[in-house]
């Protein structure tokens, strides 16, 4: 009676230690390695800086960015330059012979030198503004003449080119290219971001089960030593002390399954910030700072915050905006394309000054008296 009455009091003093809080905390972990406390935003910020994948959504964004700056090229104007030679040498007919005073034979040697600038307006009108200088030597003016013109010559589209924004859609297409690619690295970052505070309470939890398996382990021992001294003081059985023994083979295997769970996360930690790849950090154990802390929210509270989450989640939920903008890009493009089914109707026009002299510098003074100004209008159609 005795007996049995000893087991049922170790047995409630054994689950009443055991179910008490930690009175002590031992590091069971492998001690070679040197132990570094990593805080959660420290984490956080070392696995966007170092993780290829969020580095690559990156550069992706930062060469659209570029392309979509690029793409206003177009819109610069070109500087253009050109030398060219026109030669004639042809027999006169009668008529011509009569008109010019009896000669059989015209020459002709033209050199005309060029210089402008030229482009086109995100309206589509193209342009060209720019001299000319005329070098004209023939059978009748043996030392030449210079005829110079500085003017602007345009050409704006009515149908094909100036609807839908056509002249503008490259420009449009890698803005929104350059909007998918910021919202694709939002994605890739939010999903490493997401991953990696996963695998940081993780190791949290698993570090503060290692805990409570080593004290549970301490206390078990404890108890083991307690049901020892009792058995041989005769108020404990042997069986008791088998109890023990048991239970303590049972904690210590729990705490083998526990610290390899931490091992496990400490892997997946320093997998995510690329540890393995520095040279020197192969050698430190990370261990979670962050205090595992729970703060119960009340039923309204939870309403509020699935409520505002899902409006956040609707309006900036990265694959809503890239299907979002990829539709917007299918709009631009099938406004282009209704564009260029347009006939083609242009209105063409020019205006500027010509000037004639024996020398360079006799035209040029012509030019600038805007004396002889010379225009054209008109319309094309294709």
Request: glycine share 8%; net charge negative.
């Amino acid at each position: 009676m005795r007996e049995k009455s000893s087991s049922g009091l170790f047995s409630f003093a054994l689950a009443l230690t055991l179910g008490c809080g930690s009175v002590s905390s031992i590091d069971a972990e492998d001690t070679s390695k040197v132990s570094r406390d990593l805080s959660l935003a420290a984490y956080l910020h070392e696995v966007i800086r170092t993780n290829p994948t969020v580095e690559e959504g990156w550069l992706k964004w930062l060469i659209k960015s570029r392309q979509a700056r690029a793409a206003w090229g177009a819109f610069e104007p070109t500087l253009s330059g050109s030398y060219q030679e026109n030669g004639l040498e042809k027999q006169n007919t009668a008529l011509e012979q009569y008109q010019q005073l009896g000669t059989s034979t015209y020459d002709e040697l033209n050199k005309i030198y060029s210089v402008g600038l030229q482009g086109i307006l995100p309206i589509g009108t193209a342009y060209t503004v720019g001299a000319t200088v005329t070098r004209l030597q023939n059978t009748y003016v043996e030392l030449g003449q210079f005829e110079s013109f500085v003017g602007i010559t345009a050409q704006q589209p009515l149908l094909k080119g100036a609807t839908h924004g056509a002249a503008l859609a490259p420009v449009r297409t890698s803005f929104v290219d350059r909007k998918v690619a910021f919202h694709d690295y939002r994605k890739q970052l939010t999903t490493m971001i997401a991953r990696a505070e996963t695998a940081y309470w993780n190791l949290a939890f698993a570090q503060r089960a290692n805990q409570m398996a080593a004290d549970s382990v301490k206390n078990a021992r404890y108890l083991l030593d307690v049901a020892t001294q009792g058995a041989r003081l005769g108020r404990m059985s042997d069986l008791d002390v088998q109890q023990a023994q048991a239970e303590l083979a049972s904690r210590m295997a729990e705490q083998n399954d526990r610290e390899l769970s931490v091992t496990d996360a400490q892997t997946q930690l320093r997998l995510l910030m690329r540890a393995e790849d520095r040279e020197g950090a192969q050698g430190i154990r990370y261990l979670a700072s962050d205090p595992l802390v729970d703060r119960p929210l009340n039923e309204g509270e939870l309403d509020e915050e699935r409520n505002r989450l899902l409006e956040w989640a609707f309006r900036a939920q990265p694959d809503y905006v890239i299907a979002r903008e990829e539709l917007e890009r299918q709009h631009i493009l099938l406004g282009y394309q209704k564009d260029q089914v347009l006939p083609q109707l242009n209105i063409t026009g020019s205006y500027g000054y010509s000037g004639l002299g024996s020398t360079i510098q006799d035209s040029i003074d012509s030019v600038e008296s805007q004396d002889y100004p010379r225009w054209s209008v008109g319309l094309e159609m294709k």
